[in-house]
């Protein structure tokens, strides 16, 4: 059984932001999806479970570039597959975004309570209005 801390503690906090921080995650990943219309960006393929595929691993999990669909074939077992990846990135955002993700990626934020709870508004209004997007189209 896990410990439950006092509110307002630094430990209660952290715990707080981490449990954010897993639904947006949830969020992006089917943002992503959703984005993509789950085609792989690397491979070009649908597949029934797709994930998304981070280009820049332990970081930017919130930049919508960084951030794109992937079968598991190319994200788990060719991990990324990240030369053709890099191709595709440049071919979708234009030359130039490896180095701005390269350069990002050592300015990697920690999220406060209140950054998470925008990126979590703004993220499910995205997904709504791809859905309604979906629905309609």
């Known amino acids: 059984m ?3 801390h006092r509110e307002g503690t630094k430990i209660w906090y952290q715990d707080k932001v981490k449990k954010l921080k897993r639904k947006c995650w949830s969020l992006m990943s089917e943002y992503v ?5 789950g085609i792989c960006i690397t491979c070009g393929k649908k597949y029934p479970v797709m994930n998304a595929g ?3 691993h332990g970081c930017l999990d919130f930049d919508e570039r960084n951030i794109n669909c992937q079968c598991q ?10 030369d053709i990846y890099a191709i ?5 955002y234009g030359f130039g975004i490896i180095q ?3 350069e990002l990626k050592w300015k990697k934020p920690f999220y406060t309570y209140e ?13 709504s209005a791809l859905k ?5 189209g």
């Open 88 to 92: 595709k990135l440049e071919a979708k």
């Open 100 to 102: 701005e993700l390269e």
């Open 115 to 127: 950054e998470l709870e925008q990126i979590k508004t703004d993220l499910e209004s995205k997904i």
């Open 132 to 136: 309604l997007a979906e629905l309609s």
């Open 73 to 82: 074939g190319c994200n788990t077992y060719k991990s990324g597959a990240l």
């Open 54 to 56: 981070h280009f820049k």
């Open 33 to 37: 999806r959703l984005r993509d219309k």
């Open 2 to 4: 896990r410990k439950k």
